[in-house]
């Protein structure tokens, strides 16, 4: 198993373009997470999904798009890059354990800077 | 919204030494979570606290979830350069809430 992995591994944008990033995991897990993580600020969630075809707004939506087509994959979508995007982005997958959180597996991470 | 503030920021140590980091949640949690990042990594999960008042151990890792479940704390007995990294805490409210709201993280570093 490759348990959750992430495409690209580092990108570099100018401000203004768009990019996807993406998620896959082979764990058959419903949930999956985007989060973003800058010095000093730990881990803040950006978009979620508790299923395939489902999305939510996580702490810092605002500026990215997400889909879950398929229930192994979640895509983190940037239309229009801002320097304030620049961040290590971290995706991550979790069982359905019912009335509380299970353990997330984190996939490896992508470091985008935008110029 | 929920709230987890984690503190030191940051721990430096030598070799021998022991370390704790502490968690406080705004509000009572169903389950808290600990996490290590080392450095160039991402999150590792390392246990989960459920009960109140419960201690868990990891070798030379103990865990404490507070008698309220509104705090925690991890303790490494002895640290050792391989204890290097981020340890985060991350708090889960329950009920219909399956997110995980993360502290800040401290960074620990180990002198040999």
């Known amino acids: 198993n490759a348990g959750v992995t992430q495409t690209p591994k580092f990108r570099v944008l100018k401000t203004g373009q768009s990019m996807t990033l993406l998620c896959a995991q082979d764990?058959?897990?419903?949930?999956m997470y985007w989060y973003r993580q800058d010095p000093g600020m730990g881990l803040r969630l950006i978009h979620y999904s508790v299923g395939e075809g489902t999305t939510a707004k996580g702490e810092v939506p605002d500026g990215y798009n997400v889909s879950r087509l398929k229930k192994q994959n979640f895509l983190l979508g940037l239309e229009s890059a801002a320097p304030s995007q620049t961040s290590v982005y971290f995706c991550?997958?979790?069982?359905?354990?019912?009335?509380?959180?299970?353990?997330?597996?984190f996939g490896p991470g992508t470091r985008l800077t935008v110029l | 919204g929920q709230q987890v503030m984690q503190i030191p920021q940051y721990q430096h140590v030598q070799e021998g030494e022991d370390f704790t980091t502490y968690c406080n949640s705004s509000t009572t949690l169903s389950n808290i979570q600990w996490y290590k990042q080392r450095p160039g990594g991402h999150p590792v999960f390392l246990i989960q606290?459920?009960?109140?008042?419960e201690v868990k151990k990891q070798k030379r890792l103990t865990f404490q979830f507070g008698e309220a479940k509104k705090n925690s704390s991890l303790h490494i007995t002895a640290t050792q350069t391989t204890d290097v990294g981020t340890y985060f805490c991350a708090g889960n409210s329950g009920g219909s809430n399956y997110k995980l709201t993360f502290g800040k993280g401290t960074l620990l570093t180990v002198n040999p």
């Open positions: 606290l459920v009960k109140s008042g």
């Open positions: 764990m058959n897990h419903e949930y």
């Open positions: 991550a997958s979790s069982r359905n354990r019912g009335t509380s959180a299970d353990t997330q597996y």
